[in-house]
T-cell receptor
Framework: EAGVAQSPRYKIIEKRQSVAFWCNPI?????LYWYQQILGQGPKLLIQ????????DSQLPKDRFSAERLKGVDSTLKIQPAKLEDSAVYLC?????????????FGEGSRLTVL | DQQVKQNSPSLSVQEGRISILNCDYT??????FLWYKKYPAEGPTFLIS?????DKNEDGRFTVFLNKSAKHLSLHIVPSQPGDSAVYFC??????????FGTGTRLTIIP
C-alpha cells in the first residue's frame, strides 16, 4: 500500500515570496491533515479536511496560509507571503477515521526555509 | 498554552535495558492518548495508543501506562534496541477533536 506522498521535500525561499506544497493521501482515506512542525516543537494542526470539506482550520493563519482539497483526494497548502517564522516542516497526514482516535499516517514532510 | 508536555528533551539508555518516556497533560477532557515515533527525515509513525477507560496497554516490547489522577502517561520499551533510537511524541485528544502533540523526547539507545 502506497503511503502519503508529499512534494517538494525541501524548499528555500526569501521572505515575502510564495510557496506551495502538495499532498496525496493514502487511497481511501477521507480525512486529510496539514501539520506545521517548528524545530524543537511538536506538530501543530493547521487544517483538517473531511473529504473536500474543512473540519478545523482554527490554527491556520488565514491572512497568509490557504489550503484546498479538490475532489476529496489531493491537497495543496500555500503560503503567501512567507515570513521568517514560517520556517518549519509541513507534514501531511491522512486517516480512515476522523478526529483524534483514528491512526494518522504521515508523509515524509516538506521542509521550508525562509531567508 | 502547552496542554501536552514532555519535559525530558532527551534520554539515553543502554541496549537491553528499559526505556521510560514520560508525558504530562493539563486538559482533563482528554480521553485518548497516542505515542508516535519519528526517525530523521521521515514523518511520525503510530506506535501505540490507550483510551482513558484503561490504565495499561501492551504491544510487544511497548507498554503505555495512564494515570488519570496525575494526568500522566508513560511509554515503557523493554528491552531497548538500537532501532528504537528516535524522537517520541505523545499526543492526546478528546471526543472527536484534533490531536494535540507534545514537544518530543529524543531517545538514544547506547549499544
Amino acid at each position: 500500500e502506497a503511503g502519503v506522498a508529499q512534494s517538494p521535500r525541501y524548499k528555500i525561499i526569501e521572505k515575502r515570496q510564495s510557496v506551495a506544497f502538495w499532498c496525496n493521501p493514502i487511497s481511501g482515506h477521507a480525512t486529510l491533515y496539514w501539520y506545521q512542525q517548528i524545530l524543537g516543537q511538536g506538530p501543530k494542526l493547521l487544517i483538517q479536511f473531511q473529504n473536500n470539506g474543512v473540519v478545523d482550520d482554527s490554527q491556520l493563519p488565514k491572512d497568509r496560509f490557504s489550503a484546498e482539497r479538490l475532489k476529496g483526494v489531493d491537497s495543496t497548502l500555500k503560503i503567501q507571503p512567507a515570513k521568517l517564522e514560517d520556517s518549519a516542516v509541513y507534514l501531511c497526514a491522512s486517516s480512515l477515521l476522523a478526529g483524534g482516535t483514528g491512526e494518522l499516517f504521515f508523509g515524509e514532510g516538506s521542509r521550508l526555509t525562509v531567508l | 498554552d502547552q496542554q501536552v508536555k514532555q519535559n525530558s528533551p532527551s534520554l539515553s539508555v543502554q541496549e537491553g535495558r528499559i526505556s521510560i518516556l514520560n508525558c504530562d497533560y493539563t486538559n482533563s477532557m482528554f480521553d485518548y492518548f497516542l505515542w508516535y515515533k519519528k526517525y530523521p527525515a521521515e514523518g511520525p509513525t503510530f506506535l501505540i495508543s490507550i483510551s482513558s477507560i484503561k490504565d495499561k496497554n501492551e504491544d510487544g516490547r511497548f507498554t503505555v501506562f495512564l494515570n488519570k489522577s496525575a494526568k500522566h502517561l508513560s511509554l515503557h520499551i523493554v528491552p531497548s534496541q538500537p532501532g528504537d533510537s528516535a524522537v517520541y511524541f505523545c499526543a492526546a485528544s478528546f471526543g472527536n477533536e484534533k490531536l494535540t502533540f507534545g514537544t518530543g523526547t529524543r531517545l538514544t539507545i547506547i549499544p
